[in-house]
């Protein structure tokens, strides 16, 4: 563990006053940060010079009937100058113009029926874009007149634009990562009840096999420790920091726990970033945190879709 996080570093505080902050996403090109605000659908812009501040309103969509949370939730890099979203109000995969603010949405259905709405999302090596749909944003969740998907599922956005179910047996699945390799595809489910994170082997054609679990915090959950298994990151060495009950732990790619990063609050996602990209940044309910670590995240991959 010290050879990951320095021995005496403490979380930082960097900005508060959230409703539920998530999914945040490092602006190399600009040094600074982006993170979304599902609840109060905005994403907003921290800075080290002048923190954090509005960035855009809505992030989601626009229809309130029949929408819990219609904000975006998860980002991630989307080539120069753009980010992808998770766009629960819009029930989709989209594209984000940085400078114009413009955006498209990507993915919308699968078999003819909307996505239930979109959580979080990770790109890898071939340009494939992964995507997890629990029905988050609806009112009532799963009894929800607006679900058109019979499963909560995972799925994976090939570069042609064609869509396949990968996961379907999980309650509510949330965060997702790919190993640095591009070989193992981790995803969380944010269920009290199944509190697990499963890992998958990816073929080099996208498909995936030995579905295993990759860690049990259930008796962690029924601890009581807030939190629950959500949004992940990657670490250059191919660590998993996985948020769960009691916050960010790290875990080998072998799966062995090395330690726990604490906030005091339920932390629902976590990115590294900053100048020399070893600074992990954490939402955490209706904060912005931040910790220094001796380590660099995943190289970030840009997504390949037609323009």
Same mark, same amino acid.
């Given at each position: ?30 040094? #600074? ?8 659908? *905005?994403? %907003?812009? $921290? ?11 809505? !992030?989601?969509?626009?229809? /309130? ?6 904000? /975006?939730?998860? =980002? ?10 998770? &766009? ?9 113009? =940085? ?9 919308? %259905? #699968? ?8 959580? &979080?999302?990770?790109?890898? *090596?071939?340009?494939?874009? $992964?995507?997890?749909?629990?029905? #988050? ?6 009894? /929800? ?5 019979? @499963?909560?599922?995972? #799925? ?9 179910? @990968? ?10 990562a790919v190993s640095p390799d591009g070989r193992t595809l981790y995803v969380s489910n944010s269920d009290p009840a199944q509190a697990v994170i499963l890992a998958f082997d990816v073929a080099?054609?996208?498909?995936? !096999?030995?579905? *295993?679990?990759?860690? &049990?915090?259930?008796? +962690? ?15 250059? %060495?191919?660590?998993? $920091? ?6 960010? %732990? ?7 726990? +090395? ?20 600074? +992990? ?27």
């Amino acid at each position: 563990m010290s050879k990951l996080v320095p021995q005496g570093a403490a979380v930082q505080v960097l900005a508060s006053g959230f409703r539920w902050s998530e999914g945040p996403v490092w602006i190399a090109k600009g040094d #600074y940060l982006l993170f979304s605000d599902v609840p109060a659908n *905005r994403i %907003h812009r $921290w800075t080290s010079a002048g923190g954090a501040a509005l960035f855009l309103h809505p !992030s989601g969509g626009t229809a /309130s009937s029949g929408f819990r949370e219609a904000g /975006s939730n998860g =980002l991630k890099p989307g080539g120069p100058g753009a980010i992808l979203l998770a &766009d629960q109000g819009n029930r989709a995969i989209a594209v984000l113009d =940085l400078r114009t603010k413009a955006k498209r949405l990507l993915s919308t %259905h #699968y078999n003819g029926r909307k996505f239930n709405s979109p959580n &979080d999302l990770a790109v890898a *090596r071939d340009g494939s874009v $992964w995507f997890t749909d629990p029905p #988050y944003g609806l009112e009532g969740l799963n009894a /929800s007149p607006l679900k058109e998907q019979s @499963v909560n599922g995972v #799925y994976r956005r090939s570069p042609d634009g064609s869509v396949r179910l @990968v996961e379907e047996r999980l309650s509510f699945p949330n965060g997702i990562a790919v190993s640095p390799d591009g070989r193992t595809l981790y995803v969380s489910n944010s269920d009290p009840a199944q509190a697990v994170i499963l890992a998958f082997d990816v073929a080099a054609n996208g498909t995936v !096999s030995r579905r *295993r679990v990759f860690a &049990d915090m259930g008796a +962690l959950a029924a601890s009581g420790l807030p939190g629950l298994p959500d949004g992940m990151a990657v670490d250059e %060495h191919g660590n998993l $920091w996985a948020t769960g009950p009691g916050g960010v %732990h790290i875990l080998t790619p072998d799966g062995r726990r +090395l330690g726990l990063i604490s906030t005091g609050a339920a932390i629902s996602n976590c990115t590294f970033g900053g100048a020399d990209g070893r600074t +992990l940044f954490m939402t955490s309910s209706d904060k912005l945190a931040a910790i220094r670590t001796r380590v660099r995240g995943a190289p970030q991959r840009s997504p390949r879709f037609a323009r």
